[in-house]
C-alpha cells in the first residue's frame, strides 16, 4: 500500500497542478489512497479536479479541517479494482 499526498498550499502550488495530480495517481496501486491538500479560500480553483479523478476512475470524498484546511480524498473506484 502506497498512499500519496499532494499539498497544493505551497505559493504557486495550484500552478498546473493537474498534471502533477495526473504523475501521482499514475503511481498509486489498486488500494492505495490519493490525498490533496488545499487551503479552503483556493478550493473553488480545483473543481476541475473532481471531473479529473472520475475520468481516471476514482471515488472522492471532499473534507474540511478547523484550521482551514480543505482536502479530497481519492480511491479508485470498486469496479476500477475488480
Same mark, same amino acid.
Given at each position: 500500500? &502506497?498512499? !500519496?499526498?499532494?499539498?497544493? *498550499?505551497? =505559493? %504557486? %502550488?495550484?500552478?498546473?497542478?493537474? @498534471? *502533477?495530480?495526473?504523475? &501521482?495517481? #499514475?503511481?498509486?496501486?489498486?488500494? @492505495? #489512497?490519493?490525498? $490533496? $491538500? $488545499?487551503?479552503?479560500?483556493? /478550493?473553488?480553483? !480545483?473543481?476541475?479536479?473532481?471531473?479529473?479523478?472520475?475520468?481516471?476512475?476514482?471515488?472522492?470524498? =471532499? +473534507?474540511?479541517? /478547523?484550521?482551514? %484546511?480543505?482536502?479530497? $480524498?481519492?480511491? +479508485?473506484?470498486? /469496479?476500477? *479494482?475488480?
Amino acid at each position: 500500500m &502506497s498512499d !500519496i499526498t499532494l499539498d497544493l *498550499r505551497i =505559493p %504557486g %502550488g495550484l500552478a498546473n497542478y493537474q @498534471d *502533477r495530480v495526473l504523475e &501521482s495517481i #499514475q503511481r498509486l496501486g489498486l488500494d @492505495d #489512497q490519493f490525498t $490533496v $491538500v $488545499v487551503d479552503r479560500r483556493d /478550493a473553488h480553483q !480545483i473543481d476541475d479536479l473532481f471531473d479529473l479523478l472520475t475520468r481516471e476512475g476514482f471515488d472522492y470524498q =471532499p +473534507r474540511t479541517t /478547523a484550521d482551514g %484546511g480543505y482536502y479530497i $480524498v481519492a480511491k +479508485r473506484s470498486a /469496479a476500477r *479494482r475488480r
